[in-house]
């Protein structure tokens, strides 16, 4: 390492505090950045933040996984991974341990992130992926909803008339379910 002159220092750090080039996003998808860290703590959360309060990232856009499955406490969805019973891979375990685990010690991954963007000054979004109810075999049981579990009748068909891994839209129950856990999360989080 070379240490920085003066004159560099307090260039890196005008640089730093020009809020006018904030003009980029950074997505958290909700599962990745636990999974396969394996975090235990807050501070563990926290780690993953370290480092964007010098970039030009202004906005972070955090998804809680897809359509009803989250990664926080919720009345209306479900925790991914809690109706797993076997795991496709060690990491799939994992994350759904170490979810359970934070959730147990009342850490809230996504109150965390939120918390931590606003420290750090910047704007914070929640995204749901609204197709995403289940998963193909290795992965069906690691993120399946219980909604989209007990409801395979209102599953969309393909040009075949297979059932899809998607519930159709046209199905006032799946519709309400949606803007459910749209407003949980938005009430949670306040973005």
Same mark, same amino acid.
């Given at each position: 390492?070379? #240490?920085? *002159?003066? /004159?560099?220092?307090?260039? !890196?750090?005008?640089?730093? &505090?020009?809020? *006018?080039?904030?003009?980029? =996003? ?6 990745? !950045? ?8 807050? &501070? ?23 359509? @009803? ?6 009345? =209306?969805?479900? $925790?991914?991974?809690? +109706?797993?019973? @076997? ?11 170490? +979810?359970?685990? +934070? +959730? ?7 109150? $965390?992130?939120?918390? /931590? /963007? ?5 704007? %914070?979004?929640? %995204?749901?992926?609204? /197709?995403? !109810? ?5 992965f069906e049981e690691t993120f399946e909803s219980r909604?989209?579990?007990?409801? #395979?009748?209102w599953r969309a068909v393909d040009r075949e008339g ?8 046209? $199905?006032?129950?799946?519709?309400r379910q949606t803007l459910a856990i749209f407003r @949980?999360?938005?009430?949670?989080? @306040?973005?």
């Open positions: 390492l070379v #240490p920085l *002159t003066e /004159a560099e220092r307090r260039a !890196w750090a005008q640089d730093a &505090a020009d809020k *006018t080039r904030r003009n980029n =996003v950074a997505t958290f998808d909700g599962h990745s !950045w636990i999974w396969p860290y394996q975090p235990k703590t807050e &501070a563990d959360l926290l780690g993953t933040f370290e480092g964007l309060q010098t970039t030009d990232f202004g906005q972070w856009w955090f998804g809680v996984v897809g359509a @009803d499955l989250v990664n926080y406490p919720t009345k =209306v969805g479900t $925790v991914l991974g809690r +109706l797993s019973q @076997d795991y496709p891979t060690r990491e799939h375990e994992a994350f759904a341990t170490s +979810l359970e685990e +934070l +959730l147990q010690r009342g850490v809230n991954p996504l109150l $965390v992130a939120r918390h /931590a /963007a606003r420290r750090q000054g910047r704007a %914070f979004h929640v %995204f749901l992926r609204p /197709a995403a !109810w289940g998963a193909s075999i290795p909604f989209f579990r007990e409801h #395979p009748e297979k059932r899809t891994l998607h519930l159709s839209w046209a $199905v006032p129950e799946v519709r @949980d999360t938005v009430e949670m989080a @306040d973005p």
